[in-house]
T-cell receptor, first 115, second 114 residues
Framework: NAGVTQTPKFQVLKTGQSMTLQCAQDMNHNSMYWYRQDPGMGLRLIYYSASEGTTDKGEVPNGYNVSRLNKREFSLRLESAAPSQTSVYFC??????????????FGSGTQLSVL | AQSVAQPEDQVNVAEGNPLTVKCTYSVSGNPYLFWYVQYPNRGLQFLLKYITGDNLVKGSYGFEAEFNKSQTSFHLKKPSALVSDSALYFCAVRDGNSGYALNFGKGTSLLVTP
């Protein structure tokens, strides 16, 4: 029962470097999300994908890009990392768009430090 | 606009005692309310939700929450706490009339002592 798998688990970058966080789910879910978690601030939505082929900005999209590669995979890219992007990143998925059956399944997170 | 507040950074309770983790919310439309739990170095796990219907919602691991519209609250409760309940608890809200984004509270750390 893999659920939502994120790679890598840890990453250290220098300012200006780029990287891609990978996420895959094996639950045949339609919707996928990227959140960041910062101390004392809860989780904030970066981008989401309601279904394969669509992506939309969330609350804090600046400095990030996403790709919904197929139904299973949703990647998050930092083109030029900044110290403000130091955070823990969580990928999540759900059966469908928000509604009566709404329930998110989360990956175990990627801890990113930008020096 | 939607927001959620968890007024307590930490809640301490002795094992076997009842626990309450507080949450208040603000939405302009119909509130969809959620509780998630996060254990160390893990992603969040769904506990329970209120969409419509009974104000008392039962969820996983013996937790329940009561939706109170007049007080705009959705407090998480458990009659008898376990040491294994120690974790970080997040309340979240979404305006059921619009949008995808869940607004999460900043989290409340629950410590259950033997």
């Amino acid at each position: 029962n893999a659920g939502v798998t994120q790679t890598p688990k840890f990453q250290v970058l220098k300012t200006g470097q780029s990287m891609t966080l990978q996420c895959a789910q094996d639950m045949n879910h339609n919707s996928m999300y990227w959140y960041r978690q910062d101390p004392g601030m809860g989780l904030r939505l970066i981008y989401y994908s309601a279904s394969e082929g669509t992506t939309d900005k969330g609350e804090v999209p600046n400095g990030y890009n996403v790709s919904r590669l197929n139904k299973r995979e949703f990647s998050l890219r930092l083109e030029s990392a900044a110290p403000s992007q130091t955070s823990v990143y969580f990928c999540a998925s759900s059966v469908g768009p928000p509604g009566i059956n709404e329930k998110l399944f989360f990956g175990s997170g990627t801890q990113l430090s930008v020096l | 606009a939607q927001s959620v507040a968890q007024p307590e950074d930490q809640v301490n309770v002795a094992e076997g005692n009842p626990l309450t983790v507080k949450c208040t919310y603000s939405v302009s439309g119909n509130p969809y309310l959620f509780w998630y739990v996060q254990y160390p170095n893990r992603g969040l796990q769904f506990l329970l939700k209120y969409i419509t219907g009974d104000n008392l919602v039962k969820g996983s691991y013996g937790f329940e929450a009561e939706f109170n519209k007049s007080q705009t609250s959705f407090h998480l409760k458990k009659p008898s706490a376990l040491v294994s309940d120690s974790a970080l608890y997040f309340c979240a809200v979404r305006d059921g009339n619009s949008g995808y984004a869940l607004n999460f509270g900043k989290g409340t750390s629950l410590l259950v002592t033997p």
